[in-house]
T-cell receptor
Framework: QQQVKQSPQSLIVQKGGISIINCAYE??????FPWYQQFPGKGPALLIA?????SEKKEGRFTISFNKSAKQFSLHIMDSQPGDSATYFC???????????FGDGTTLTVKP | DAGITQSPRHKVTETGTPVTLRCHQT?????MYWYRQDPGHGLRLIHY???????DKGEVSDGYSVSRSKTEDFLLTLESATSSQTSVYFC?????????????FGPGTRLTVT
C-alpha cells in the first residue's frame, strides 16, 4: 500500500508559468510534510516544509498548500524558471517514529 | 551539506558477492537512514538508525543488513548482491531538536550488480 501518492509523474511548463505538483497521504499519524528538490547526479535537498496546523506556507516563489481534511498537499512554483527543472519529491513524516515516506517523484521541465 | 559523505560513489559488482556501502557524518547526528532510489519508485527506506547499535527495518529491508558501531558511521551491507539491487543508494541524516525530522542527503552511491 503506497502511503504517499504523488502526481503528475512528469510536468512540462513554459518559463514564467506556474508549476503545480500534488500529493495525497493515507496515514493520519504523519505530522510533517516536506518537499525535496533533486538535480541529476545529486542527492535530494530540502526545499520547503509545512506542518498540518497551517494551510499554506510560502518561501519566495515556492508555496505549499495543505488540506488536512482531504489529506492532500501541493507544491506551487510561481514564475517557473529553467533552473527549476529538476525532480521534486513530496514526503510525509511521522516525527515520533523518526521516519519519512516519499512520493514517487515528479520530473519538472521548464522550457525557455 | 550537513557533512555527509558516502563511499564508494560508484561500484560494479557481480551477482552473489557481498558489498558494503559506507555513510560517514561529521556532526554527531543521532538519526541516520539508508534509501534506495529507482526510476518510478522514488526513495524507499531500507534501514535506519536512531543511535549507536540501535537500528530498525524500513519498507525494503530484505537482502540488506546495517551496522552502526560509531555515531559517525552507518554501514549498509548486501550479503549476496542480486541484479534487483542495482540502484542508487542514498544516506541521510535528520537534524536533532527540530522535531521535524527533515532529512539531509549524501551524494549517493551508484551500484551496478552484473
Amino acid at each position: 500500500q503506497q502511503q504517499v501518492k504523488q502526481s503528475p509523474q512528469s510536468l512540462i511548463v513554459q518559463k514564467g508559468g506556474i508549476s503545480i505538483i500534488n500529493c495525497a497521504y493515507e496515514n493520519t499519524a504523519f505530522d510533517y510534510f516536506p518537499w525535496y528538490q533533486q538535480f541529476p547526479g545529486k542527492g535530494p535537498a530540502l526545499l520547503i516544509a509545512i506542518r498540518p496546523d497551517v494551510s499554506e506556507k510560502k518561501e519566495g516563489r515556492f508555496t505549499i498548500s495543505f488540506n488536512k481534511s482531504a489529506k492532500q498537499f501541493s507544491l506551487h512554483i510561481m514564475d517557473s524558471q529553467p533552473g527549476d527543472s529538476a525532480t521534486y519529491f513530496c514526503a510525509a513524516s511521522n516525527t515520533n517514529a523518526g521516519k519519512s515516506t516519499f512520493g514517487d517523484g515528479t520530473t519538472l521541465t521548464v522550457k525557455p | 551539506d550537513a557533512g555527509i559523505t558516502q563511499s564508494p560513489r560508484h561500484k560494479v559488482t557481480e551477482t552473489g558477492t557481498p558489498v558494503t556501502l559506507r555513510c560517514h557524518q561529521t556532526e554527531n547526528h543521532r538519526y541516520m537512514y539508508w534509501y534506495r532510489q529507482d526510476p518510478g519508485h522514488g526513495l524507499r527506506l531500507i534501514h535506519y538508525s536512531y543511535g549507536v547499535k540501535d537500528t530498525d527495518k524500513g519498507e525494503v529491508s530484505d537482502g540488506y543488513s546495517v551496522s552502526r558501531s560509531k555515531t559517525e558511521d552507518f554501514l549498509l551491507t548486501l550479503e549476496s548482491a542480486t541484479s534487483s539491487q542495482t540502484s542508487v543508494y542514498f544516506c541521510a541524516i535528520s537534524l536533532p531538536g527540530t522535531g521535524s525530522h527533515e532529512q539531509y542527503f549524501g551524494p549517493g552511491t551508484r551500484l551496478t550488480v552484473t
